[in-house]
C-alpha cells in the first residue's frame, strides 16, 4: 500500500475512510456507534483522553452530542492530527479539543489526570494490551472510566490464512487481541466492572454495505480524490474482510472498565 511519507494514515487514506465513514471518521459507524459505545455513561463536563483521535470526528461528537468538557485527542501521526485540528478549529471547539501528537510507549500525562480514557478502534494497533491497560489505569481518575472499541481477533491461536490475507491486506500493523487477552489485561492492570460486548453482527451487516457503496457512487466519487486505483486497493480490502467478519473471526466489540474509588 501507498503510504505517503511513511504515514499509515496519509492524506489518500483519510480521503478514502471519510468517504466511506464520514468527515472526521477513520473508524465504522460515525457519531451513531461513538453513541453506542458510550451508552449509559455520563460524560457531561468530564474530562476525556482519546487514545487514537484520528481524524477529529469522535472528539467533536464527544463534545456536541455527550457533553464532555474538554477531550485531550492523541495521536502518532501529524496527516490525522493536522486533519483533526482544522476541523476542530472548523466547528468552534478549540477551546475544548485539543489534538497532541505523541510517541508510542508511556502516557505523557501525570497519574489520574483523566475522567474518562476513551478510544475507537485505534488501540488495534497497540500490541502490548497488558502495558496499555497499566498505562490507562494510571492516567484515570480513581472512579474513572476506560471506554472503547477495538478490532479484536475472535481466538488466542494463529490466525487462519483468510484472516492474514486480511491483515496483510489492510497493512496497517495491526496488533489484533482476542476477548480473553483484553480481559486479563483490564483485570491484571486493576480494573472493576469489566465488560465486553461484541458487535460483529453490527458490522457483518454494515460491511457489506460499505462494500457496495465502495463499488458504487461513494467509489466513483473517492476516485476523483484519491484514483481509481486506491479505491480498488480498498474494494479488495473489504472483499477480504467479510469472510472474516461472517466466521466471527475478526470481531469488532466494546470494552468498559472502572477505575476502583
Known sequence: MDHDGGDLYHNRMICMLEAVWGEGFLSPGGPDEVARVVEGADLSGKSILDIGCGA?????????????????????????????????????LTSQIGCLKVVPGPLPFPPATFDVVFSKDSIVHIPDKHALMLEVFRVLKPGGWFIASDWLIGHDGQPSQ???????????????????????????????????RSRNEWYRQAARSELERLKGATGAEAAKLVGQDFVDQNIAIWSRMIPVLD???????????????
Open 56 to 92: 477529529g470526528g469522535i472528539d467533536i461528537a464527544l463534545c456536541r452530542n455527550h457533553g464532555a468538557g474538554y477531550v485531550c485527542g492523541i495521536d502518532v501521526e501529524d496527516p490525522v492530527l493536522d486533519h483533526a485540528r482544522a476541523l476542530v478549529a472548523k466547528v468552534g
Open 162 to 196: 483468510e484472516m492474514a490475507d486480511y491483515i496483510a491486506a489492510e497493512g496497517l500493523d495491526f496488533g489484533m487481541a482476542s476477548p480473553a487477552r483484553y480481559r486479563a489485561a483490564m483485570q491484571a492492570a486493576g480494573f472493576a466492572d469489566i465488560s465486553l
Open 247 to 261: 466466521k466471527g473471526e475478526h470481531c469488532p466489540t466494546h470494552l468498559r472498565g472502572r477505575k476502583p474509588s
